[in-house]
């Protein structure tokens, strides 16, 4: 599988990756749940070879091929934020941008609730 064209979605405390052409699942790995933590928010970053990622407080490296976890890290003592994640000539995404969007999208959640009552 040539990696380049696959894309790597996190979503709901998985890493999902898909064919780019036709948008098949290559495959899928569940990291851990943090609860309500972060809203189940992964912040991936690949590099080609692998996929880093970052859910409920942890850091997970998976080979990009597979979906294998190569490793993991519970990054003791920092909490359950939203991680920005960068190797060289890459980053993904700012930390401000996403906890500025996910603030964006509660005020409107929290809004329409409050118009269907």
Sequence with gaps: MNTAFVLYVGVKNCVV???????????????KDGGMAAGGFVTTL?????VYAHASGSLYC????????????????????????????????????????????SAASAGAGATAM
């Design 17 to 31: 990756a898909f064919d780019r052409a036709n948008g098949a699942e290559i495959w899928r790995r569940k990291l």
């Design 46 to 50: 690949t590099d080609g070879e692998r």
């Design 62 to 105: 998976l080979d990009a091929r597979t979906g294998a976890v190569l490793w993991s890290n519970d990054l003791p003592g920092l909490g359950y934020g939203i991680a920005s994640l960068a190797v060289v000539g890459a980053s993904a995404p700012p930390a401000g941008v996403v906890s500025e969007k996910m603030r964006q999208e």
